[in-house]
């Protein structure tokens, strides 16, 4: 309920007013038949108002009940995990600092649902969540480019592999900045890593979501390029 009208308050104010009136009136006639009636009229008369009322202090007083920044964005991330557990997880070992996802290397294991600690390698990597990392207009973000996601059975020589590096994540680093433009103030790649430069704060709800947006996007844009083998 985001605007409340004063008839509406005080509708329902005066409605539990009536209720305890009609109550005590009951009490002093000796809980008489006729009495009891008129009580119970008198109470389903105000009782929607009354309801309504109810409903407003309950929307109040949840609101009211923050749910701090770390727990938020962990929740959120752990529902994203969820429903990708079939090609991302998160990281068992994090470099300290920060807080990431690793990915099959192995594209066929979307389907399988394989074990990850075999053939997998990290994905994503952000700030350590605490509030202050995430409080600033400079957050990074890094994607690695693991060999076997995109070159499984190819033999390369490595300048060869570098240049089909570079140009997946020319393809990738387009793709999210056009989507994202934004949301992000920069994104470039260097050592098999595509890094995105945030250009607001994360704090709220819609901005964890715009993250989590930009983290499907990226996994959408590694399936399609493993696929294509570029």
Same mark, same amino acid.
């Not at 409340?4 to 000796?30: D, K």
């Not at 949840?62 to 969820?82: G, V």
């Not at 409080?135 to 973000?141: A, L, V």
């Given at each position: ?64 009940i923050n749910i701090n920044f770390e727990d938020r964005f962990k929740n959120k991330l752990d ?53 202050? +990392?995430?409080?600033? +207009? ?32 020319s393809n990738i680093r387009d793709f999210i900045f056009k989507l994202y433009s934004n949301k992000m103030s920069e994104a470039f790649y260097k050592n098999q890593t595509i890094t ?16 989590? +947006? ?17």
């Amino acid at each position: 309920m985001k605007e409340v009208n004063a008839e509406t308050i005080f509708g329902g104010i005066f409605g539990l007013v009536s209720i305890v009136a009609a109550v005590m009136e009951m009490y002093f006639s000796g809980y008489e038949m006729t009495s009891i009636a008129g009580a119970v009229k008198d109470i389903s008369a105000t009782m929607v108002a009354v309801m309504v009322l109810l409903l407003i202090f309950r929307d109040f007083f949840s609101k009211k009940i923050n749910i701090n920044f770390e727990d938020r964005f962990k929740n959120k991330l752990d529902s994203w995990a969820q429903n990708n557990r079939t090609i991302i997880k998160k990281s068992d070992i994090d470099k300290q600092g920060f807080y990431g996802y690793d990915m099959f290397t192995d594209m066929n294991n979307f389907y399988k649902g394989a074990n990850f600690s075999k053939n997998s390698g990290w994905f994503v990597r952000f700030p350590e969540i605490k509030e202050s +990392n995430y409080n600033r +207009n400079d957050i990074k973000i890094d994607f690695h480019l693991n060999k076997g996601t995109f070159f499984e059975g190819l033999l390369l020589q490595p300048e060869e592999l570098e240049e089909r590096y570079e140009k997946i994540a020319s393809n990738i680093r387009d793709f999210i900045f056009k989507l994202y433009s934004n949301k992000m103030s920069e994104a470039f790649y260097k050592n098999q890593t595509i890094t995105i430069i945030m250009s607001n704060k994360i704090q709220t709800d819609e901005e964890i979501d715009s993250l989590i +947006n930009i983290l499907d996007s990226m996994i959408k844009a590694y399936l399609v390029s493993a696929n294509i083998k570029l």
